[in-house]
C-alpha cells in the first residue's frame, strides 16, 4: 500500500445550552405526557437555549473545547464547516460568524445544510480539503437551535428536537493507506429529495419570507430511517474496506432510541457498542453526532485508535455514515 494523506480528528468538543426542559414541562404546554414520550422515543429532556444565545455561540463553545483537547489554538485554524439548519442570519454562513467570535485568521468558512445528516456531510467534505492538503487545521461543528423551529402546538414534533453544538478539529497525518490508519477511511452520502414531504420546514426566503416550522411525518419517516441508514453503514463500510463487524463504536444521529435498535438489530451490532444521548440531549440534529462522540470521548469509551462509525438521516431526505479510525 502506498503511503496516503488521512484526515484524522485530533480534538472533539461539546456545548448543550443550561436551559433544561423536562418532558412533564412539554405536558404543561401540549397534549403529551413523560410515559408517551419515553416509550415511544427514549427521550427524558432536551437542553434549551435561552434567548441570547445564538447557534454560532453554541457552535463557538463547543468549538473552543475541541480546539483545546487538540492542543490548537484559533490561530491555528484554516478551514471553518458549520452544519446546520438553524443559521444566525440567512446569510452570511454562521461558519464566518464562528471565524470571526473565536478570532481565526482569514480561511476557508462556509456552511453545509443537510439537516440532521450536517455533520455526515460536512466530515466528508472537509476530507476533500483536510486529505488534499488544503487545509492543515480544519474544524467541523454542528450546531442547532432546534427548538426555534418548533410549532409549539404540534404535539408530534415539538417533544423531539434540542439545543446543543458539537465539534471536531480535524488534521492532516500521513497513513500508510491500510484500514489500520487513524482518520477518515471511507463515507457514503445519499440523498432523496423526492420524499421532502417526510420532513421539512414550511417556510424560506424565496418562498414565504418567513422561518417557517418542522414538519413531519414521524411514522413515515421513521419506516425509511432503519432501511436508509443500514444501507448507506454498509455501504461506507465498503468504502473504507472494514466489516460492519470490526467496528468497535457506533455513533448514530440521535433522533429515536427504537431506530437506533432497529439499525443495531437489522446490521447484527451489539447494542452495547451504540452510543446513545439520545434520553438527555434529545434530536439536536447535525449536533447530535459530534456531542455523541464527545460524551464517548469525555467519559472514557472512546479511544484512540479504535474504530467508529457516524451515521444520520434527516429531511431532504438526506441520510449517510463515515467510518474512521479514531
Ligand atoms: N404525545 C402523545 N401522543 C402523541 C404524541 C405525543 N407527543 N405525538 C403523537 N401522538 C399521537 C398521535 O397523535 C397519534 O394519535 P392518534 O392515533 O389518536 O391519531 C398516535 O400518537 C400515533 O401517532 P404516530 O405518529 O403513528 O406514532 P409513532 O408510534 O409513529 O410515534 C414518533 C411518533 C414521532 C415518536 C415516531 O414516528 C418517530 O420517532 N419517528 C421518527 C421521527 C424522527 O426521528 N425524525 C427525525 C429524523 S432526523
Redesign the pocket.
Known amino acids: 500500500m502506498s503511503k496516503v494523506v488521512r484526515s484524522v480528528v485530533t480534538g472533539v468538543g461539546g456545548y448543550l445550552p443550561e436551559g433544561v426542559v423536562t418532558n412533564d414541562d412539554l405536558a404543561k404546554i401540549?397534549?403529551?405526557?413523560d410515559e408517551?414520550?419515553r416509550e415511544?422515543?427514549g427521550i427524558r429532556q432536551r437542553r434549551k437555549a435561552s434567548d441570547d444565545q445564538a447557534v454560532s455561540d453554541l457552535a463557538v463553545e463547543a468549538a473552543k473545547r475541541a480546539l483545546a483537547a487538540a492542543g490548537r489554538t484559533a490561530e491555528d485554524v484554516d478551514l471553518i464547516i458549520v452544519a446546520t439548519t438553524t443559521p444566525d442570519l440567512t446569510f452570511p454562513a454562521t461558519a464566518t460568524i464562528v471565524q470571526r467570535k473565536l478570532g481565526a485568521p482569514v480561511g476557508i468558512a462556509f456552511d453545509v445544510q443537510a439537516?440532521?445528516s450536517g455533520f455526515v456531510y460536512a466530515l466528508s467534505t472537509a476530507d476533500g480539503f483536510v486529505a488534499r492538503g488544503r487545509a492543515k487545521c480544519a474544524l467541523v461543528i454542528g450546531a442547532e437551535c432546534m427548538t426555534r423551529l418548533m410549532d409549539w402546538t404540534d404535539?408530534?414534533?415539538c417533544?423531539?428536537f434540542g439545543d446543543g453544538a458539537g465539534a471536531v478539529v480535524l488534521e492532516p497525518q500521513e497513513g500508510e493507506g491500510t484500514t489500520d490508519d487513524r482518520g477518515l477511511l471511507g463515507f457514503a452520502l445519499r440523498a432523496d429529495g423526492t420524499k421532502q414531504d417526510l420532513?421539512y420546514v414550511d417556510g424560506g426566503v424565496s418562498t414565504t419570507r418567513t422561518t417557517g416550522y418542522l414538519r413531519?411525518q414521524?411514522?413515515q419517516?421513521?419506516r425509511h430511517?432503519v432501511v436508509n441508514i443500514s444501507e448507506a453503514v454498509t455501504a461506507a463500510a465498503a468504502d473504507a474496506g472494514v466489516e460492519v463487524s470490526s467496528v468497535d463504536w457506533f455513533i448514530p444521529?440521535q433522533?429515536?432510541q427504537?431506530?437506533l435498535e432497529g439499525v443495531a438489530k437489522r446490521l447484527g451490532i451489539d447494542e452495547n457498542k451504540v452510543i446513545s444521548t439520545v434520553a438527555e440531549h434529545a434530536?439536536t440534529?447535525a449536533a447530535s453526532i459530534p456531542l455523541a462522540l464527545d460524551q464517548g470521548v469525555q467519559d472514557g469509551r472512546i479511544k484512540p485508535g479504535q474504530l467508529l462509525l457516524l451515521e444520520?438521516?434527516?429531511?431532504g431526505l438526506t441520510w449517510g455514515a463515515c467510518v474512521l479510525r479514531f
Open positions: 401540549v397534549d403529551t405526557s408517551w414520550i415511544r422515543t439537516v440532521c404535539r408530534g414534533t417533544v423531539l420532513l413531519m414521524g411514522n419517516v421513521f430511517a444521529h433522533a429515536n427504537r431506530i434530536n440534529s444520520a438521516m434527516g429531511g
